[in-house]
């Protein structure tokens, strides 16, 4: 995207006098150079920390890419009032556990596989940071066994999910997948709130009565599920007295606890690499898979690429209006036919674990983000130009060592879309736009990719005009 503030910049550098003014009668110049040599290597990396409510839940193994475990632990997000209004614990009917996923690609690998859930309770709060390599043991007892339930990416029924907690939209059509509970479990959280309301404020205070569960498949393997969302509804029935006569029973329910991006919620994840992917990385290809696989340190020729650009310019005044990158690559052949990550973060690598663990947003200066083309089969990081106006401007055009090395890894974002606008006297029908919120670690699905570093094209636009 091209910026709508232009930066005038000199053969050396420039000063703020002269930044915003503009060049009449200038000669513009694109310049896409796939000379300039991209290179990286792959790298482990097996341990992330999870910044997202998504869970992944089953056990998948796929030829070609490997085999992916995924159990998940999360913290409750308590309902801060809960329905009592002429209820006693007798009034309680039901509760389920709810795990609602995406009607299109909510799982990988084989619906039809028969698979199998247990759900235990937890027996003290999780730790954070908390991370993919966690180890559940020590924090439930196998006695504490609160369901047990068949399931598959196709069970459970469809409905629009009213809720705002999750990262999905509400308004979503998803697939619910419901697991029955103790009923003693909802009795003893109404009881619970009957007694201290105020312990259902904060997550934290709730996490003494209840610290949470753990989810893992117990049976089976053919797929994964990519769970966007998980809550506690609690069912129960009130004697009503209708038109001052007739006595009826009506039922109704209510969400007592959900999963939010206020609590500790965690994917346990193993994968284990396939022996073609450990052999293309071994061969020096760089090789990206998720969740918990391989990212890609890569070198960046910037230095080059202002030398080049400065020897174009000469003395004339130019205006950098672009600087982009694409990143062509080829999908490794896989059982289940497992996709690209859709989103990829370039951040310097010096800057990485801060960028994570701060739960940043790209700034285009030393992090950016790219989307998958399916029809190219390509990335572009197209919001480079504030990292080389940066170089210029306030380094003199020298780059250092960490302005070199950056990490690319698959990343998952969450969006906000804002509706189309209404008005009292008309309707306006522009597309709604979406803002992103949040980048993290990708633990949505099984994914894979090759990128073609000698491939890779950087493409620099700018505008000059001769001096005399």
Same mark, same amino acid.
């Given at each position: 995207?091209? +910026?709508? *503030?232009?930066?005038?910049?000199?053969?050396? #550098?420039?000063?703020? @006098?002269?930044?915003?003014? /503009?060049?009449?009668? =200038?000669?513009?110049?694109?310049i896409?150079?796939?000379?300039?040599?991209?290179?990286?290597?792959s790298?482990?990396?097996?341990?992330v920390?999870?910044?997202?409510?998504?869970?992944?839940?089953g056990?998948?193994?796929?030829?070609?890419?490997?085999?992916?475990?995924?159990?998940?632990?999360?913290?409750?997000?308590?309902?801060?009032?809960?329905d009592?209004?002429?209820?006693?614990?007798?009034?309680?009917?039901?509760?389920?556990?709810k795990?609602?996923?995406?009607?299109?690609?909510?799982?990988?690998?084989?619906?039809?596989?028969?698979?199998?859930?247990?759900?235990y309770r937890?027996?003290?709060?999780?730790?954070?940071?908390?991370?993919?390599?966690?180890?559940?043991?020590?924090?439930?007892?196998?006695?504490? +066994?609160? *369901?047990?339930?068949?399931?598959?990416?196709? #069970?459970?029924?469809? @409905?629009?999910?009213?809720? /705002?907690?999750?990262? =999905?939209?509400?308004?979503?059509t998803?697939?619910?997948?419901?697991?029955?509970?103790?009923?003693?479990?909802?009795?003893?959280?109404?009881?619970?709130?009957?007694?201290?309301?105020?312990?259902?404020?904060?997550?934290?205070?709730f996490?003494?009565?209840?610290?949470?569960?753990?989810?893992?498949?117990?049976?089976?393997?053919?797929h994964?599920?990519?769970?966007?969302?998980?809550?506690?509804?609690?069912?129960?029935?009130?004697?009503?007295?209708?038109?001052?006569?007739?006595?009826?029973?009506?039922?109704?329910?209510?969400?007592?606890?959900?999963?939010?991006?206020?609590v500790?919620?965690?994917?346990?994840?193993?994968?284990?690499?396939?022996d073609?992917?450990?052999?293309?990385?071994?061969?020096?290809?760089?090789?990206? *898979?998720?969740?918990?696989?391989?990212?890609?340190?890569?070198?960046?020729?910037?230095?080059d690429?202002?030398?080049?650009?400065?020897?174009?310019?000469?003395?004339?005044?130019?205006?950098?209006n672009?600087?982009?990158l694409?990143?062509?690559?080829?999908?490794?052949?896989?059982?289940?036919?497992?996709?690209?990550?859709?989103?990829?973060?370039?951040?310097?690598?010096?800057?990485?674990?801060?960028?994570?663990?701060?739960?940043?947003?790209?700034?285009?200066k030393?992090?950016?983000?790219?989307?998958y083309?399916?029809?190219?089969?390509?990335?572009?990081?197209?919001?480079?130009?504030?990292?080389?106006?940066?170089?210029?401007?306030?380094?003199?055009?020298?780059?250092?060592?960490?302005?070199?090395?950056?990490?690319?890894?698959?990343?998952?974002?969450?969006?906000?879309?804002?509706?189309?606008?209404?008005?009292?006297?008309?309707?306006?029908?522009?597309?709604?736009?979406?803002?992103?919120?949040?980048?993290?670690?990708?633990?949505?699905?099984?994914?894979?990719?090759?990128?073609?570093?000698?491939?890779?094209?950087?493409?620099?636009?700018?505008?000059k005009?001769?001096v005399?």
């Open positions: 995207m091209i +910026l709508a *503030a232009l930066v005038l910049l000199g053969m050396h #550098s420039c000063t703020d @006098e002269t930044i915003g003014v /503009s060049i009449t009668d =200038s000669v513009s110049s694109i896409e150079d796939s000379s300039f040599v991209i290179t990286g290597h790298v482990l990396n097996d341990r920390q999870m910044r997202t409510t998504t869970k992944m839940l056990d998948l193994n796929a030829a070609g890419f490997g085999r992916v475990t995924a159990s998940a632990v999360t913290m409750w997000m308590p309902a801060s009032k809960i009592t209004a002429r209820l006693t614990v007798q009034s309680l009917d039901s509760c389920r556990l795990l609602r996923l995406p009607v299109y690609g909510g799982y990988t690998g084989n619906a039809q596989a028969p698979m199998r859930l247990d759900v937890l027996n003290k709060t999780l730790p954070n940071p908390i991370y993919s390599d966690f180890d559940p043991t020590g924090y439930y007892d196998s006695n504490d +066994l609160l *369901a047990s339930e068949s399931y598959s990416p196709t #069970s459970g029924w469809l @409905e629009v999910s009213s809720t /705002s907690y999750s990262e =999905s939209t509400s308004g979503d998803v697939r619910v997948i419901s697991v029955p509970m103790p009923l003693t479990l909802a009795q003893e959280i109404f009881s619970a709130y009957l007694s201290d309301p105020s312990r259902f404020l904060n997550p934290r205070d996490a003494d009565l209840f610290p949470g569960i753990y989810i893992t498949n117990s049976y089976g393997s053919g994964v599920l990519n769970i966007k969302a998980t809550e506690l509804d609690v069912y129960y029935h009130r004697h009503c007295i209708v038109n001052d006569t007739t006595e009826v029973d009506s039922t109704y329910s209510q969400t007592y606890l959900a999963s939010t991006p206020e500790v919620s965690n994917n346990i994840i193993r994968y284990q690499i396939d073609a992917v450990k052999q293309m990385v071994n061969a020096g290809e760089a090789i990206i *898979a998720a969740p918990a696989g391989y990212e890609v340190q890569l070198r960046f020729p910037i230095q690429i202002i030398d080049k650009y400065r020897a174009n310019v000469g003395n004339s005044q130019s205006i950098i672009k600087l982009s694409e990143l062509p690559v080829s999908i490794p052949e896989t059982e289940y036919d497992i996709q690209p990550p859709t989103y990829l973060l370039m951040v310097k690598t010096s800057k990485k674990d801060d960028f994570i663990n701060g739960d940043s947003l790209v700034n285009n030393d992090s950016f983000y790219a989307v083309d399916a029809t190219t089969r390509s990335y572009v990081f197209s919001g480079l130009r504030d990292y080389v106006i940066n170089i210029i401007n306030n380094q003199g055009g020298f780059a250092t060592e960490d302005d070199f090395n950056f990490t690319v890894t698959p990343v998952d974002l969450t969006t906000y879309t804002y509706p189309q606008s209404y008005s009292y006297y008309y309707y306006s029908s522009s597309s709604a736009t979406s803002v992103v919120t949040k980048i993290s670690p990708m633990v949505s699905r099984p994914a894979i990719v090759r990128l073609l570093l000698d491939k890779a094209k950087v493409k620099m636009t700018y505008s005009q001769i005399d």
